[in-house]
């Protein structure tokens, strides 16, 4: 029966140059998709607990989904995860584009990486071929031109390239895995990990069409999306018309945009960088992603005498313009598109640069930074040069680039005093650009999320099935959809209950990875200043108090099965999910259920009563 299940891992080993292929079954990948539990598999069976995460034992593994790859929009996503150099926790992040498909139709579920190279190398896959190359002659470049250079030196223009810029090189704590120019894996350090294997990029061209079961469901929702793409008040109409910047203006207006180190929910000229002054200043064209009718991806071209900005290094999603505009009290629309292309060509998350930079604006502005020779002047609040000069001297580890680059909880934690308050981050990771004191979806995910303060992290339902199943989060796919799209796929007959597991199932071996590499129920919170009112605007008396995330976190606990206090999981739960107790030596990171009390000792009386207690 077809199937988009290719039951192949591509393994290499770069400190002796092996090569080889593991099949792990489709058991395997029936019970763990892909993305978030393919990597925590990974991460917990192969990696010896306490190693550094820029040492050669960190596995660097790039997860497809069952769906990655066949011809349906949203299906072009794929996750890469290791160790964080970051947060020193399990690490992962998902990116769109081409190229997770292209690996895909070149025939593989996924790509592990070990090892270091004694020298800069590239990988070649070119379906079943793989190579290891020499990649001195790439080493020290900006992205663009690596991406050019590889077509040349392969021969085909339609490779597509996965490469880490100079701050993967030069092991920034939040590198970047920069895959198709302007897609990337954004979050938790991925790119030093690839840095730290002297790995600059990885090549890949596929000849095969993904198979699937069943073309009929997914054909019938591929015409659905691009019904509800085109037709004005359609699902994905507004996606497609503005992308992601249409954010900017409704948080604005509802109070909660990010502003100046999350201290303030307005900005003014906030609609300065907008989508609206985007379509109409510096958008070229609208782009996509594999197969996506939705076609949300802004290209960004400058071309004036003071700013120029190529359209294949994208354009600003919400995300960036929040990041490294108003967080940085920024709304220049030129500047923050030029910050954006230097993201995308020196190969820097934009969420952990823009925030690490407003924090050390504010340290800055406080007085904090002068024993670091560095004035307000130099890294202010609203100055896009403070910005542009930051983003390239941490690319470099230049002056207090060396610093920045180390990551916010760091850096304040070696500057001292009180500097670490200030720091608005989950687990290391600088917290995404969206407000948990307004946004319920958030307060309930960033707490828990294993990789941090991660939008994208999986800690919920919805973004861990799309995550793990390989589909993009802003396609209006419900669970049930999802799931008839997984099974068109594949071939299987999973059910909500399976589905469900295998989100269980993920979220517990993530959450034995971090109990294993020292994480405690502690970290499991909110930054300090999620519990200060925003500043200024319609929310500024709004508090968000201590006790409702505890308690929150609590209840998430008891949901997965693991004990209420230290959110470890219960041995039944490890058995009900069959995970291996032995093979992922995590024997001392469970909870024995308290067995349930005997009737005849209940320590309160029953009421046959169901009245509750009140009286008509
Ligand atoms: S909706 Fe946008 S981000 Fe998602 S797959 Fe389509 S083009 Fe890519």
């Not at 071929?129 to 030196?153: C, F, K, N, S, Y």
């Not at 300090?528 to 500043?535: A, K, Q, S």
């Amino acid at each position: 029966m077809p199937t988009s299940v290719q039951n192949q891992i591509l393994r290499v080993n770069l400190s002796n140059g092996r090569i080889w292929t593991e099949k792990p079954g489709i058991s395997f990948f029936r019970s763990h998709l892909g993305g978030r539990d393919v990597i925590a598999h990974y991460l917990l069976t192969e990696i010896p607990k306490g190693s550094d995460a820029l040492d050669p034992v960190n596995r660097l593994v790039f997860a497809m989904g069952p769906v990655t790859g066949i011809a349906l929009p949203g299906a072009g996503r794929h996750s890469v995860g290791a160790k964080s150099p970051l947060t020193g926790l399990f690490g992962e992040s998902e990116a769109g584009g081409y190229w997770g498909s292209e690996l895909k139709q070149a025939g593989w579920d996924g790509l592990v990486i070990e090892g270091k190279a004694e020298t800069p190398v590239y990988l070649w896959i070119k379906d079943q071929v793989v190579e290891i190359r020499d990649a001195r002659h790439l080493w020290g470049q900006v992205t663009g031109p690596v991406e050019a250079r590889l077509r040349e030196e392969l021969g085909d223009t339609q490779v597509r390239v996965a490469q880490i810029g100079p701050a993967g090189e030069n092991l920034v704590r939040y590198a970047c895995i920069v895959n198709d120019l302007n897609e990337v894996a954004g979050r938790t350090g991925l790119g030093a990990v690839m840095g730290s294997k002297n790995l600059k990029a990885i090549a890949v061209r596929g000849s095969h069409r993904v198979e699937v079961s069943d073309t009929l469901p997914i054909k019938t929702t591929a015409r659905w999306v691009a019904r509800e793409t085109l037709g004005e008040g359609g699902a994905h109409h507004r996606l497609h018309t503005w992308g992601t910047g249409a954010m900017v203006r409704s948080k604005q207006l509802e109070g909660h945009l990010i502003v100046r180190n999350f201290r303030d929910g307005q900005l003014d000229h906030a609609t300065d960088i907008d989508a609206i002054t985007m379509q109409n200043k510096v958008v070229d064209h609208m782009d996509r992603c594999f197969a996506c009718s939705v076609r949300c991806k802004k290209r960004v071209k400058i071309d004036t005498e003071q700013v120029k900005v190529e359209p294949k290094y994208g354009g600003p999603e919400y995300e960036t313009l929040a990041a490294i505009g108003t967080n940085t009290g920024i709304t220049d629309i030129m500047a923050v598109c030029k910050g954006n292309e230097m993201l995308n060509y020196l190969g820097l998350d934009s969420i952990s640069a823009g925030a690490t930079i407003a924090w050390a604006m504010e340290m800055a502005e406080t007085g904090r930074f002068a024993a670091q020779g560095l004035d307000e002047e130099s890294l202010r609040f609203g100055s896009p040069k403070s910005v542009l000069d930051m983003i390239e001297k941490i690319a470099y580890r230049q002056g207090v680039g060396d610093l920045l680059a180390e990551g916010s909880l760091r850096a304040a934690r070696i500057i001292g005093g009180d500097a670490e308050k200030y720091v608005v981050h989950v687990k290391g990771l600088e917290v995404a650009m969206h407000d948990p004191r307004a946004m319920k979806d958030m307060r309930d995910n960033y707490p828990v999320t294993p990789t941090g303060g991660d939008h994208t992290g999986a800690g919920l339902k919805r973004t861990s099935v799309r995550n793990t199943v390989g589909l993009c989060q802003f396609l209006q796919y419900n669970d049930a959809k999802a799931l008839e799209l997984l099974n068109a796929a594949t071939g299987w007959d999973m059910t909500p209950e399976e589905l469900h597991e295998t989100f269980e199932r993920g979220l517990t071996l993530a959450r034995l990875f971090n109990l294993r590499e020292g994480m405690t129920a502690d970290d499991d919170r909110l930054p300090d200043r999620m519990h200060e009112p925003i500043r200024m605007g319609p929310l500024n008396n709004h508090i968000l108090s201590r006790s409702e995330i505890r308690d929150y976190v609590a209840g998430y606990y008891e949901e997965r099965g693991w004990d209420k206090e230290h959110g470890r999981p219960y041995t039944d739960t490890l058995a009900h999910l069959n995970i291996d107790i032995d093979e992922h030596d995590v024997a001392n990171l469970t909870s024995e259920r308290p067995a349930p009390l005997a009737v005849g000792a209940l320590p309160y009386t029953l009421s046959l009563d169901d009245s509750n207690g009140h009286e008509e």
